[in-house]
């Protein structure tokens, strides 16, 4: 026969302990007993977590994008087997800018008493310009007996993430800028100055502003149409974009150092920032000096055909060529003529106003024959060269021969014509060149202009003849154009 009894237990003991029931029964009239050692065991469900990471992440840290490891474990520190859920990784806030590379859940499982559940996650801070500070925290869930999750443990670590500058500059341009003699000018001209403009960061920069300042360069000048300040509307994330900054190198009488800064900023960079590069100079000596050349007519024919001398009036010019390595100022050369010649319509003193080094300046003067010309021979016509560098003193001269034969070809006067016009406007006057046959004999000969823009009239002939030439219009570009009009002819009555 088996006999049962439902016991409740008084007054749990804290920890576990062992104790006795003992049963009385009598049978026959005689009072027996019996008893049953009972262990009461203490039903502790206790669980604990434990979560590591980084207090801090540096700049460099950040910039280097190396992966943060999230370090947690679940421990279960009571007597009996929990069953987990899952664990949750949540990232506070959301902006901060710290991104899982792994899953953010984990599934879990049921944890016997000491047993241990762990996770490792690894994160990665994005590149922000500013710097924040991010909350992990990560939850362990079980399931309540009516399916509902139910928290079974919290933990959580802070981690600082520094900022970072996102725009950063690097400045390419020649170490040095050499004077060269043969040319006169410097090399290179213009020098190039590039910065590379680079943004570090996972966002885009935007309104950014760069400019040149030549405070510490004073050798250097923006070079002609270039601006000290560039803007760029957007750099995007992990971009380059290159700025170029054209300078003219200045004259000085020393090798020098340039320091040249490039400032930018962006709308979100409000803080002007730069960097540096240093070029050097070297002098550009102080050389006055004046290459001169006299041109034009060399010959003056005394044509019996023409019962006259040939041509008159007869063009000589002068040439300046500045081989000096300084600009020359005030210039202006005046015509010295034997006295049996004299000016036809030109200005004996003429004007070359300023010659940069290396250029050159071409002036032209007409004249005839005097009453003083009673013999042939050769002529001297001499020029006075003046400017503000060198003073006055003698220039080149041109000899003139009057020969008292007649040409043996075709002879033209004057060899140089000037037309001025305003853009689209009047078309100006035609002008004559004379044209001569060697003792007025017939000789074909054709005249051709080189540029479209010429007109001649007529174009070929085999005797004198006068030559109108005119522009055709006054649409071409501002400035000086030049042109050539070639005349060609044979003499075939002539040994």
Same mark, same amino acid.
């Given at each position: 026969?088996?006999?049962?009894?439902?016991?409740?237990?008084?007054?749990?003991?804290?920890?576990?302990?062992?104790?006795?029931?003992?049963? $009385?029964?009598?049978?026959?009239?005689?009072?027996? &007993?019996?008893?049953?050692?009972?262990?009461?065991?203490?039903?502790?469900?206790?669980?604990?977590?434990?979560?590591?990471?980084?207090?801090?992440?540096?700049?460099?840290?950040?910039?280097?994008?190396?992966?943060?490891?999230?370090?947690?474990?679940?421990?279960?520190?009571?007597?009996?087997?929990?069953?987990?859920?899952?664990?949750?990784?949540?990232?506070?806030?959301?902006?901060?800018?710290?991104?899982?590379?792994?899953?953010?859940?984990?599934?879990?499982?049921?944890?016997?008493?000491?047993?241990?559940?762990?996770?490792?996650?690894?994160?990665?801070?994005?590149?922000?310009?500013?710097?924040?500070?991010?909350?992990?925290?990560?939850?362990?869930?079980?399931?309540?007996?009516?399916?509902?999750?139910?928290?079974?443990?919290?933990?959580?670590?802070?981690?600082?993430?520094?900022?970072?500058?996102?725009?950063?500059?690097?400045?390419?341009?020649?170490?040095?800028?050499?004077?060269?003699?043969?040319?006169?000018?410097?090399?290179?001209?213009?020098?190039?100055?590039? $910065?590379?403009?680079?943004?570090?960061?996972?966002?885009?920069?935007?309104?950014?502003?760069?400019?040149?300042?030549?405070?510490?360069?004073?050798?250097?000048?923006?070079?002609?149409?270039?601006?000290?300040?560039?803007?760029?509307?957007?750099?995007?994330?992990?971009?380059?974009?290159?700025?170029?900054? !054209?300078?003219?190198?200045?004259?000085?009488?020393?090798?020098?150092?340039?320091?040249?800064?490039?400032?930018?900023? &962006?709308?979100?960079?409000?803080?002007?920032?730069?960097?540096?590069?240093?070029?050097?100079?070297?002098?550009?000596?102080?050389?006055?000096?004046?290459?001169?050349?006299?041109?034009?007519?060399?010959?003056?024919?005394?044509?019996?055909?023409?019962?006259?001398?040939?041509?008159?009036?007869?063009?000589?010019?002068?040439?300046?060529?500045?081989?000096?390595?300084?600009? !020359?100022?005030?210039?202006?050369?005046?015509?010295?003529?034997?006295?049996?010649?004299?000016?036809?319509?030109?200005?004996?003193?003429?004007?070359?106003? &300023?010659?940069?080094?290396?250029?050159?300046?071409?002036?032209?003067?007409?004249?005839?024959?005097?009453?003083?010309?009673?013999?042939?021979?050769?002529?001297?016509?001499?020029?006075?060269?003046?400017?503000?560098?060198?003073?006055?003193?003698?220039?080149?001269?041109?000899?003139?021969?009057?020969?008292?034969?007649? &040409?043996?070809?075709?002879? !033209? #006067?004057?060899?140089?014509?000037?037309?001025?016009?305003?853009?689209?406007?009047?078309?100006?006057?035609?002008?004559?060149?004379?044209?001569? #046959?060697?003792?007025?004999?017939?000789?074909?000969?054709?005249?051709?202009?080189?540029?479209?823009?010429?007109?001649?009239?007529?174009?070929?002939?085999?005797?004198?003849?006068?030559?109108?030439?005119?522009?055709?219009?006054?649409?071409?570009?501002?400035?000086?154009?030049?042109?050539?009009?070639?005349?060609?002819?044979?003499?075939?009555? !002539?040994?």
């Amino acid at each position: 026969m088996t006999l049962t009894w439902r016991l409740e237990l008084l007054n749990p003991p804290a920890i576990p302990t062992f104790d006795t029931l003992a049963f $009385m029964y009598e049978c026959d009239g005689l009072l027996q &007993s019996c008893s049953q050692v009972v262990e009461i065991r203490v039903i502790d469900e206790k669980i604990s977590c434990s979560l590591t990471l980084p207090s801090t992440l540096s700049t460099v840290e950040v910039e280097s994008r190396a992966p943060v490891l999230l370090d947690y474990t679940l421990t279960n520190t009571g007597t009996v087997p929990v069953d987990v859920d899952r664990l949750e990784l949540a990232i506070d806030p959301a902006n901060a800018g710290l991104i899982a590379l792994d899953p953010m859940t984990m599934p879990g499982t049921q944890l016997a008493p000491s047993a241990t559940l762990p996770w490792t996650v690894l994160l990665r801070a994005a590149i922000l310009r500013a710097g924040r500070t991010a909350r992990c925290t990560v939850t362990a869930f079980g399931k309540s007996a009516t399916g509902e999750d139910s928290v079974l443990s919290i933990c959580d670590a802070s981690i600082a993430i520094e900022g970072v500058d996102g725009l950063r500059c690097a400045i390419a341009a020649p170490d040095s800028v050499r004077f060269d003699r043969a040319s006169l000018r410097y090399v290179p001209d213009p020098v190039p100055v590039t $910065m590379d403009l680079s943004n570090v960061l996972d966002t885009a920069e935007t309104v950014i502003e760069a400019g040149i300042d030549l405070t510490g360069a004073p050798r250097f000048a923006l070079a002609s149409g270039e601006s000290a300040m560039k803007i760029l509307a957007l750099l995007d994330s992990h971009s380059v974009t290159g700025l170029i900054w !054209l300078l003219s190198p200045q004259p000085g009488d020393a090798d020098e150092s340039q320091d040249i800064v490039l400032r930018y900023r &962006s709308a979100e960079q409000v803080a002007w920032k730069d960097c540096n590069a240093s070029i050097l100079v070297e002098a550009w000596p102080e050389i006055v000096a004046v290459r001169c050349a006299a041109d034009g007519h060399d010959s003056l024919h005394a044509d019996g055909g023409y019962e006259a001398i040939v041509p008159l009036p007869f063009s000589v010019s002068y040439t300046a060529t500045n081989s000096g390595t300084v600009t !020359l100022t005030g210039c202006a050369a005046a015509i010295v003529l034997p006295p049996e010649f004299t000016l036809a319509g030109s200005d004996s003193i003429q004007s070359f106003g &300023s010659i940069a080094p290396g250029a050159s300046v071409t002036r032209w003067w007409t004249c005839t024959a005097t009453e003083r010309l009673q013999s042939f021979g050769p002529f001297t016509i001499a020029w006075q060269w003046t400017s503000d560098q060198q003073g006055s003193g003698s220039g080149c001269a041109r000899t003139v021969y009057v020969v008292p034969d007649p &040409s043996s070809g075709i002879v !033209l #006067t004057p060899l140089h014509l000037f037309f001025e016009a305003e853009l689209g406007g009047t078309l100006p006057p035609s002008q004559q060149v004379k044209l001569w #046959t060697g003792g007025g004999l017939a000789m074909p000969w054709s005249a051709q202009p080189d540029a479209w823009y010429i007109d001649v009239d007529p174009v070929s002939g085999d005797r004198a003849a006068s030559l109108a030439v005119r522009p055709n219009t006054t649409l071409l570009g501002k400035g000086m154009h030049t042109s050539v009009l070639e005349v060609a002819g044979a003499a075939p009555n !002539l040994p």
